[in-house]
T-cell receptor, first 115, second 115 residues
């Protein structure tokens, strides 16, 4: 799986948009971009994933550049409960290969949302 | 609650003792993963089951570690002759379905402290 690079920490004011960047310059054509977050003392939580197109769900939006070498996770209206470690992961699909879908976590970005 | 559950949530043991953790995945999920997370680091993959078959083991999984999923439902992770370096959060995750991008659902983890 391709390696990802994220800033170690970011701050955001409550109610503002939080934009979390991720670089994955060695991503392969069949690898997806996943975002998970981990709130203190809990297991990681899936947020969103994408392959080429931008994606949006009830939690966040994912913007992937045209060359797929970087992406941005957007939390449109951050709340205090969004304070967490956010992990950007690049992963091959379950089908085929030998990765069996395991996730390779980096150290992530610690997002702190301030009142 | 139909999420992934883990038992116990916390375990304190003395060096040299054996410990066993249990994971109950989401009932229809055929894939089950174990990860280990030490303080300040992202989770690291340990092993993967598809139904009852253990298909991948990380080099992190020394011969003191053994994992089973006897009937393709719950799984156990046993650590024999525990060492202080085994102190960590042990996370279980499950996923299922035929799509190539199934997200993993994580349990709350078992925090192990080896004295």
């Amino acid at each position: 799986d391709a390696k990802t690079t994220q800033p170690p920490s970011m701050d955001c004011a409550e109610g503002r948009a939080a934009n979390l960047p991720c670089n994955h310059s060695t991503i392969s054509g069949n690898e997806y971009v996943y975002w998970y977050r981990q709130i203190h003392s809990q297991g990681p939580q899936y947020i969103i994933h994408g392959l080429k197109n931008n994606e949006t769900n009830e939690m966040a939006s994912l913007i992937i550049t045209e060359d797929r070498k970087s992406s941005t996770l957007i939390l449109p209206h951050a709340t205090l409960r969004d304070t967490a470690v956010y992990y950007c992961i690049v992963r091959a699909p379950n089908a085929g290969g030998t990765s069996y879908g395991k996730l390779t976590f980096g150290q992530g970005t610690i997002l702190t949302v301030h009142p | 609650d139909t999420g992934v559950s883990q038992d116990p949530r916390h375990k304190i043991t003395k060096r040299g003792q054996n410990v066993t953790f249990r994971c109950d995945p989401i009932s229809e999920h055929n894939r089950l993963y174990w990860y280990r997370q030490t303080l300040g680091q992202g989770p690291e993959f340990l092993t993967y089951f598809q139904n009852e078959a253990q298909l991948e083991k990380s080099r992190l999984l020394s011969d003191r570690f053994s994992a089973e999923r006897p009937k393709g439902s719950f799984s156990t992770l046993e650590i024999q002759r525990t060492e202080q370096g085994d102190s960590a959060m042990y996370l279980c995750a499950s996923s299922g379905g035929l799509a190539s991008y199934n997200e993993q659902f994580f349990g709350p983890g078992t925090r192990l402290t080896v004295l």
